[in-house]
């Protein structure tokens, strides 16, 4: 079974610049997360997918980031402008249907803002 | 709001002995949770997880014991190797609105000296 699939590995841009991450998830699971790991911390939950409808983003900087997922599959994670606080890796995670339970994370996209 | 607080930060250990590290919650309607093991640039793993209708678990080296009452849980490991030395993450589902989201702690690090 193919894992959580992100897109690109390592990004470098300057602040004020623009930047998107892609993420395929493991194919049925109706549920996608977008998190974020700064260095020594823990993952901080972005924004959370329910097929294509958002159900939380409570903690999303909507002043700059956005997300979408369109036809509830993939799913695109954008920031503009950045900012160097926004340096972090940034992580794609699926589920199936029906939680709590485990979330099969991606790589992640490792972004350095300089 | 919802909070997940890890001890310690860092754990160093000599090859087999125990390691314990320690999670309280915040929110009492959590219901699940999981312990990550992320070795370095690696994705968050899922190594083991209890639910609130259990006590405690087992698998192997590793057990996790959970009091509701007080709100915390621990990740036991015996007789620790080398490859069990990475980041470990506890969580807990945001149990007030069943999303499903994992609220993390900040991680320990856990290193094991042959």
């Known amino acids: 079974e193919a894992g959580v699939a992100q897109s690109p590995r390592y990004k470098i841009i300057e602040k004020r610049q623009s930047v998107a991450f892609w993420c395929n998830p493991i194919s049925g699971h109706a549920t996608l997360y977008w998190y974020q790991q700064i260095l020594g911390q823990g993952p901080k939950l972005l924004i959370q997918f329910q097929n294509n409808g958002v159900v939380d983003d409570s903690q999303l900087p909507k002043d700059r980031f956005s997300a979408e997922r369109l036809k509830g599959v993939d799913s695109t994670l954008k920031i503009q402008p950045a900012k160097l606080e926004d340096s972090a890796v940034y992580l794609c995670a699926s589920s199936p249907a029906g939680y709590p339970g485990e979330l099969f994370f991606g790589e992640g996209s490792r972004l350095t803002v300089l | 709001g919802e909070n997940v607080e890890q001890h310690p930060s860092t754990l160093s250990v000599q090859e087999g002995d125990s390691a314990v590290i320690k999670c309280t919650y915040s929110d009492s309607a959590s219901n699940y949770f999981p312990w990550y093991k992320q070795e370095l640039g690696k994705r968050p793993q899922l190594i083991i997880d209890?639910?609130?209708?259990?006590g405690e678990k087992k698998d192997q080296r590793i057990a996790v014991t959970l009091n509701k009452t007080a709100k915390h849980f621990s990740l036991h490991i015996t007789e620790t190797q080398p490859e069990d030395s990475a980041v470990y993450f506890c969580a807990a589902n945001g149990g007030s609105s069943n999303t499903g989201k994992l609220i993390f702690g900040q991680g320990t690090t856990l290193q094991v000296k042959p």
């Open positions: 209890i639910r609130s209708n259990v």
